[in-house]
Structure formats: structure tokens, C-alpha cells
């Protein structure tokens, strides 16, 4: 409906000759490196190439006409870079022009950059520097193998505790197990480190007793959870997918500013571990108790952050790093702090405070779970909506006020 609406704009910005030309002319006439996408070979494309970068614009939209010269280039970088035998395509959709497969795609401001790769897309959509550079970058990094190949044991014990992985074991690659293996984790592969082992059992390791078999192992740095075999149809990829999902992009997420807008965007309040940076044992205190009394919250975002590096928000509150860890609910208009940390240890205390907020989220002096608020625990405004898709980086459709 607001894409309708929305095509009354240039008629408007007529009356704008100069702000018009500007745009129109950046976009226009299209050059041969960029691909104009439209619902007749949107399929065909994705299907004929390994990766495609689309660049969703609107021609009136100033952020769009700036970014058009830039990905041009960067689509000629690639060709003068990259082998001819590349299937790489970078292509544009007029989403005025396109309205189903904008919408079909999801599109909420311009303008929005989207990789698919074969014929997929990858679950983040691009948010890096509007550079040739960082764009061409970004490209030739998906063409790396998303997998990495391991043959003992020992190799694994190289692996990241601070990050989530997978751990495929296979007998022979010709099963269809280790096609969809592949394949998701190519999509999945900004959210887990993946890794691949082809051959026989190994002695001594239960998981290799019955192959092809997929384990989960978490970021044991930051979790107290374990290693966790999959235990459903391997050969059924929306099933495994569901459960690489729910593994990859755990119910408790860690935030920083690389990521956090892609979270503010959700538009969902958030319930923030505020921690010190090497206090990884509140983290998975915080995690745990989550993951217990809170799966069932669904309209929510569980995360934590590095309170130094948001001491902004933390001061916000009338606190200051010596009161870390501390806990808060940011509605994306208000911030309410949580009494005590430790008072998330009482069973049910933490359910509570969030049950206190899906109640009486309108009124501030409900928002405790004691009779009385301190003046510090008084909710002060969000620093957080801020950081979500910013007016000065995108034209935003769809998006109404915080």
C-alpha cells in the first residue's frame, strides 16, 4: 500500500528541478555492469549466476542516486578483477517500478543492498560502507568457501570459543545430506563458523558412529550450554535449516555496532545485559536464566553488550561502569534499569520485570517489580532508537515515529 502511495512522489518532486535531476541523472541512462532486475528475469538471474548483489532503489530517493555511481564502478572493479568463468552479477531494481518484487523482498528504505547466493538469499542484507572498495570487498568475500575442512579432532580444538559452529561429519560427498549441508551453510554463514570432515568414523568420538551427522558446538565463552547433535531428518533441509536457525541466531544475542541496527530495525523492546568486557560469567548467568523463564516472551529481543563500549546508554540511567553488570529494558522509547542484577537469580524475578512491561508498558510507575522507584531507577529515554536505520543514510518507507 505505501509503495502505491509512494509513486505520487516524483509527480511531487517536478516541482524540485534541481533535487530531480540530480538523482535522475546519477541513474540514468544505465550502464551495461549493473543489470536492471525486474520480475520477468529476477529467477533467471539468480539462477545463472553464483552471487548476485541487488541494489533496491527508488530513482527520486538522493541516497539512491548517490549510491549508483559507486556500485556501478564497483560492478566494473569486479569484472576487471575477478576471472571471466565468475558467476558474479551485480544488478538494480527500480522498486517504483517493480512493486510485487519489492515487496516480495521486503523492501523498507532505499536504498537496500541484498546478496543471493545461488539463488538464495544470505539472512543479513549488507550494511558496510557505501564505497567501491568495501562493496567489492564484500563480494569477492562471498566467493570464498564458507567451510572450513578439518581431518582429526585435534583441528577442532582450534576452533573459537568466542564464536557458534557447526561440525558436519560424512562418509562421501555424493549424499544428498551434504548437498543441503552446504547450501545452508553458505546462508548461514555470517552467524556460525562451519566445519566439514569427509572419511571414515574416527575412534573414540560417539558423533562419527552414525554418519552423515551435524553437531552444534556454542561459543562456550560466552554459554554454559554443550555440544548438541542433530537429531532429525537430515535430509530434510527446512527441518534442519529450522534447527541451524535457532542455533546460529540464538534466542540471547551479543550487540555491538556492527550489528545493531539490523536488531533496532526489528522494531521488538530489548532486554540488555550491560557487562564489563572480560565478564563472561554474567553472560551466561544472563543467557541461561533467558533461555529458561523467557523463550516463551516471543515479541522481544534478549541481548548483551559491552558496557563500555555503550557506557553512553549506561550513563544515560544514571549509572556509571562501576554499577556493571546491570540490566535494563529499552523500549525503543523509554529505558527501565532493573533493581538488582543478583535479583535475577530469585526463580521467577526476571519473568516478572518483563511480564510487569508486556502489562503495563504505558505507564512508567508500574515498571518495577518493588512498590517504590529510586530516582536512578526512574526510566530516562532510549539511546538505543537511534541506532537503528538512520534518516541520514536511508530514505525510510513504511517506518512509522518510535
Given at each position: 500500500?505505501?509503495?502505491k ?6 509527480q ?7 533535487s530531480?535531476?540530480i ?23 539468480l539462477?545463472a549466476?553464483?552471487?548476485v548483489?541487488?541494489n533496491f ?7 539512491s ?23 558474479v552479477?551485480?544488478?538494480r531494481?527500480?522498486c517504483m517500478s517493480?512493486l ?10 532505499f536504498?537496500t ?28 568475500e562471498q566467493?570464498?568457501?564458507a567451510?572450513?575442512?578439518f ?16 561440525i558436519g561429519?560424512?562418509d ?8 543441503i549441508?552446504e547450501?545452508l551453510?553458505?546462508?548461514?554463514k555470517?552467524d556460525?563458523d562451519?566445519?566439514?570432515?569427509v ?5 573414540n568420538?560417539?558423533?562419527t558412529q552414525?554418519m ?5 558446538r ?5 554459554t ?9 531428518d ?5 527441518e ?12 540471547v ?15 521488538l ?6 557487562h564489563?568486557?572480560n ?32 557506557e553512553?546508554?549506561v ?5 556509571t ?13 523509554l ?21 510487569n512491561?508486556?502489562?503495563?508498558h504505558?505507564n512508567?510507575?508500574?515498571m ?16 538505543f ?5 538512520s534518516?541520514?543514510?536511508y ?8
Amino acid at each position: 500500500m505505501w509503495l502505491k502511495l509512494l509513486l505520487l512522489l516524483p509527480q511531487l518532486l517536478l516541482a524540485q528541478p534541481e533535487s530531480s535531476t540530480i538523482a535522475s541523472s546519477s541513474l540514468s541512462p544505465i550502464e551495461p555492469h549493473v543489470l536492471q532486475i525486474t520480475e520477468s528475469n529476477f529467477n533467471s538471474t539468480l539462477q545463472a549466476n553464483d552471487v548476485v548483489l541487488i541494489n533496491f532503489y527508488a530513482d527520486w530517493c538522493h541516497f539512491s542516486a548517490r549510491l549508483a555511481p559507486i556500485f556501478e564502478t564497483a560492478a566494473i572493479r569486479l569484472a576487471e578483477d575477478l576471472p571471466k568463468s565468475a558467476k558474479v552479477r551485480l544488478g538494480r531494481v527500480d522498486c517504483m517500478s517493480e512493486l510485487e518484487l519489492s515487496n516480495l523482498c521486503a523492501i523498507t528504505k532505499f536504498p537496500t543492498l541484498r546478496l543471493f547466493y545461488r539463488g538464495h538469499p544470505l539472512r543479513r542484507e549488507y550494511r558496510g560502507k557505501r564505497s567501491v572498495e568495501a562493496l567489492v570487498e564484500y563480494v569477492k568475500e562471498q566467493l570464498k568457501f564458507a567451510i572450513k575442512r578439518f581431518n582429526d579432532m585435534e583441528q577442532l580444538e582450534m576452533i573459537n570459543v568466542k564464536r557458534r559452529s557447526v561440525i558436519g561429519f560424512f562418509d562421501n560427498r555424493k549424499k544428498p545430506e551434504f548437498a543441503i549441508f552446504e547450501q545452508l551453510a553458505e546462508r548461514y554463514k555470517h552467524d556460525c563458523d562451519f566445519y566439514q570432515r569427509v572419511g571414515p568414523k574416527l575412534k573414540n568420538v560417539t558423533y562419527t558412529q552414525h554418519m552423515p551427522t551435524i553437531v552444534y558446538r556454542p561459543d562456550t565463552a560466552r554459554t554454559h550450554a554443550i555440544d548438541e547433535p542433530f537429531v532429525g531428518d537430515m535430509t530434510n533441509k527446512s527441518e534442519l535449516e529450522a534447527w541451524l536457525l535457532k542455533k546460529c541466531v540464538p534466542l540471547v544475542r551479543e550487540v555491538d555496532f556492527s550489528n545493531v541496527e539490523e536488531i533496532i530495525e526489528q522494531r521488538l523492546p530489548l532486554l540488555v545485559l550491560f557487562h564489563m568486557p572480560n565478564d563472561m560469567n554474567s553472560v551466561k548467568d544472563f543467557k541461561s536464566i533467558v533461555e529458561m523463564q523467557l523463550s516463551d516472551c516471543g515479541q522481544f529481543n534478549f541481548v548483551t553488550v559491552d558496557g563500555l563500549k555503550f557506557e553512553h546508554s549506561v550513563n544515560h540511567m544514571g549509572k556509571t561502569h562501576l554499577d556493571l553488570p546491570l540490566i535494563a529494558i529499552d523500549s525503543l522509547k523509554l529505558m527501565y534499569p532493573y533493581p538488582n542484577f543478583k535479583d535475577m537469580f530469585i526463580p521467577g524475578h526476571l519473568k516478572q520485570f518483563v511480564d510487569n512491561f508486556n502489562s503495563h508498558h504505558l505507564n512508567p510507575n508500574l515498571m518495577t517489580t518493588n512498590t517504590t522507584m529510586k530516582d536512578n531507577e526512574k526510566p530516562s529515554n532510549s539511546t538505543f532508537r537511534y541506532l537503528g536505520p538512520s534518516k541520514y543514510r536511508y530514505t525510510l518507507i513504511g517506518h512509522d515515529e518510535l
